[in-house]
């Protein structure tokens, strides 16, 4: 184990952009690569806070549900023995074969309708009791969660759950070093974490049964703790996947993440800042904009 971190630490200056390569949709492969798919298999955190809200609803036994980007079925399996009907959606041929094989295997067949096509605009033969899908990334920037969940709650019966259902997100500022290449970069670890030199607080809370303007703008005031400059903010963002079932990011999903600020600016603790925040979900945190006005 001690030559294993000795070789992480040794190639700690080329893993800096790992996860911003490894978590960028790949149109060749109609998704992600097959490492992607595995971090986010073994996250036990992640994993665990849906198996904890599927558990709280009896795993939707004798239910009717839809799951949109079902991947490897990493989450599926973990209620698909229990419910009545599934609507499993994925457009990615490269894991389909695998998606197909694993549910004959299991004996779930006779119990899915496996929809190869994109979960925007799908349509679903009947209404829902419960609609899963994480095609998340923080804030809902990078990947379509709002746009696919405003698709999908149409089939929601009255009183139906989305699985997850809020995000919050929030922001702090801090300096960390920008070699040019990147605007922004979720963080592996701790080792490329930005001095953080404010308060953190709530730039907004993305209600997926609800949301239906794809842009955010707003002004969030901060509190400077630390004199210094300011050249980045550092986001994160909380999932709820149910109430009383909590997801606050890893490595293998919304991990968090520094955003270049516009300008870099001087500032002095005890003051208070004011961060102009723009962004559109499901596009890139590239075309996103923050900046202390």
């Known amino acids: ?83 009545k009907k599934a609507y499993l959606i994925e457009n990615n041929p490269n894991i389909l074969p695998l998606i197909k094989d694993n549910i004959a295997r299991n004996g779930w067949s006779h119990k899915v309708e496996l929809l190869e096509e994109n979960a925007l605009t799908v349509k679903l033969p009947e209404p829902v009791d419960h609609t899963i899908g994480e095609l998340m990334s923080i804030y809902c920037a990078n990947e379509m969660q709002v746009q696919i969940f405003k698709n999908l709650r149409q089939f929601l019966k009255p009183g139906g759950k989305l699985f997850p259902e809020r995000v919050v997100n929030l922001v702090q500022l801090g300096y960390t070093e920008f070699d040019g290449k990147y605007k922004h970069f979720p963080v592996l670890g701790t080792r490329y974490w930005p001095t953080l030199l404010s308060s953190q607080e709530v730039v907004n809370i993305t209600n997926l049964y609800t949301e239906e303007d794809l842009t955010v703008r707003c002004t969030i005031p901060l509190k400077i703790r630390l004199t210094g400059k300011l050249n980045c903010v550092f986001l994160h963002s909380w999932v709820q996947v149910t109430e009383g079932a909590n997801f606050a990011g890893s490595d293998s999903l919304m991990p968090p993440t520094v955003v270049e600020l516009e300008e870099t600016v001087d500032v002095q603790a005890g003051t208070t800042v004011n961060l102009e925040v723009y962004y559109e979900y499901g596009t890139s945190l590239d075309y996103a904009r923050f900046r202390i006005v």
């Open 1 to 83: 184990m001690t030559k294993l971190l000795n070789e992480v630490i040794d190639h700690y200056p080329q893993l800096k952009y790992t996860l911003l390569d490894v978590q960028t949709f790949d149109p060749e492969h109609f998704g992600f690569s097959s490492l992607a798919y595995t971090m986010m298999e073994t996250d036990k955190a992640r994993v665990d806070a849906f198996v904890k809200g599927f558990k709280k609803f009896d795993f939707f036994k004798d239910k009717i549900v839809c799951e949109g980007g079902i991947g490897r079925l990493a989450l599926t399996e973990h209620y698909l023995p229990y419910v």
